[in-house]
T-cell receptor, first 117, second 114 residues
């Protein structure tokens, strides 16, 4: 079974609008961390935002926010005021277990976002 | 501020050849990783290391070997290259500060085996 599921292979959004990219995860471990990365067409992996399983508040980083719904095991990325430069692949990833001992990430298949002018 | 440096950026190998993908980080990170990314897919972990002298297998280790003689370097060796190893390879590093931190990635190596 997939540990990280991104159900939207491709998404379109109009410039300046907000968009939500879905991510659901599967773990029985109470300690875990969730990451979102952006991969532009140039290929590099760029860290966007992080949410820890014990964090009380949803994470925010500039135009990026994470809609963390623990009971539903979802960690959706919200991009506000989309820009043309946001067109890229977006990956959700999870680290399970005690972060001091296990730093491995499990990755989703990604969502391709296209921002239309 | 170099971060994680991978070489080469591109390489074409013939079936059966061998090569080493180099990875160096200058952030004094204990943890280092090698991933492969096949077209339209997420990343799969090949090998990882939690510190100098310590390596372990990830999800897809067959056909690869690694070593970690120093904190900075984590080379990936491909022996007897096969077409199934055509992929983009990413090296990454991270650290533990008492809480989660993100992994920093190299630019990737696009490998084609023909």
């Amino acid at each position: 079974a997939q540990k990280i599921t991104q159900t939207q292979p491709g998404m379109f959004v109009q410039e300046k609008e907000a968009v939500t990219l879905d991510c659901t995860y599967d773990t029985s471990d109470p300690s875990y961390g969730l990451f979102w990365y952006k991969q532009p067409s140039s290929g590099e992996m760029i860290f966007l935002i992080y949410q820890g399983s014990y964090d009380q508040q949803n994470a925010t980083e500039g135009r990026y926010s994470l809609n963390f719904q623990k009971a539903r095991k979802s960690a959706n990325l919200v991009i506000s005021a989309s820009q043309l430069g946001d067109s890229a692949m977006y990956f959700c990833a999870m680290r399970e277990g005690n972060a001091g001992n296990n730093r491995k990430l499990i990755w989703g298949l990604g969502t391709s976002l296209a921002v239309n002018p | 501020n170099a971060g994680v440096t991978q070489t080469p950026k591109f390489r074409i190998l013939k079936i059966g050849q061998s090569m080493t993908l180099q990875c160096t980080q200058d952030m004094n990170h204990n943890y280092m990783y090698w991933y492969r990314q096949d077209p339209g897919m997420g990343l799969k972990l090949i090998y990882y290391s939690v510190g100098a002298g310590i390596t372990d297998k990830g999800e897809v280790p067959n056909g690869y070997n690694v070593s970690r003689s120093t904190t900075e370097d984590f080379p990936l060796r491909l022996e007897l290259a096969a077409p199934s190893q055509t992929s983009v390879y990413f090296c990454a590093s991270s650290t533990w500060t008492g809480r989660d931190t993100e992994a920093f990635f190299g630019q990737g190596t696009r490998l084609t085996v023909v």
